[in-house]
């Protein structure tokens, strides 16, 4: 695929999450390979592998629907979110309202793996994405983290070309000017800058620094590095 059918298909207007013919959909569907291999590993040493998902959803969950429905009563998986979470599945889903930055998060507690997908950035500042990275490290002995790279041309919450590259004014200014992929044209110049404040991509430097035990790879994408992921594999 070109980059331009490539662009096209990312501004399409469907829910990522449970759209299957969506790019982002098809693009997270790849990478559950290296999370499956994960938990394969943890239930080949025990009977449950029980998984802390930092600011994950359940819905995003539906990329490995009949993964989880085979290992039904062996995969638990907790969500900790900002937002308030309703569980569909609570036999294999709970939902607890936290910051994944929170130095005290189940403090005394550890999980089997630690998993976070496309969250890093969101966490308003290079310290908490410090202690984002103290608690996957602390929480479980295999851990996995993805997140956007700076360093690819395409801003995947904007679904602009370059839009991270751009002094933060000129961010803020452009959110209120126009609507820009999942945001619709804010009015409010604060409202702006909280927006390009809690969407602060990182490349492979910073994402090593604050996991510094992890082995760093590449989703690529037209020859570009789309994403960087962290692994830990225990």
Not at 15 to 32: G, N
Not at 93 to 120: T, Y
Not at 134 to 158: G, K, S
Not at 199 to 223: N, S, W
Request: glycine share 6%; net charge positive.
């Amino acid at each position: 695929m070109q980059l331009a059918a490539f662009i096209r298909a990312l501004r399409r207007r469907s829910d990522p999450y449970v759209d299957a013919s969506s790019l982002e959909f098809q693009f997270r569907a790849k990478r559950f390979v290296q999370i499956r291999n994960l938990i394969d590993a943890v239930l080949a040493e025990q009977e449950r592998c029980e998984i802390i998902d930092l600011g994950g959803t359940e819905k995003y969950w539906s990329i490995a629907g009949d993964y989880l429905e085979q290992r039904r009563g062996r995969i638990f998986i907790t969500l900790v979110n900002t937002e308030p979470q309703v569980v569909v599945q609570p036999s294999q889903f709970q939902a607890v309202r936290d910051s994944a930055s929170n130095l005290d998060l189940f403090k005394g507690r550890r999980f089997d793996l630690a998993h976070s997908n496309s969250v890093i950035e969101h966490v308003s500042s290079r310290a908490n994405m410090r202690d984002f990275g103290d608690n996957m490290r602390r929480l479980a002995p295999r851990y996995y983290c993805q997140t956007p790279n700076y360093w690819f041309p395409y801003e995947p919450h904007f679904r602009t070309i370059g839009f991270q590259y751009l002094p933060k004014a000129v961010r803020v200014a452009m959110l209120q000017r126009y609507a820009l992929g999942f945001f619709e044209r804010i009015d409010s110049a604060a409202e702006a800058r909280d927006v390009v404040r809690d969407h602060d991509l990182i490349g492979r430097r910073q994402l090593a620094a604050f996991l510094p035990d992890a082995e760093i790879t590449y989703e690529t994408f037209l020859g570009f590095r789309k994403s960087v992921i962290a692994i830990r594999g225990g």
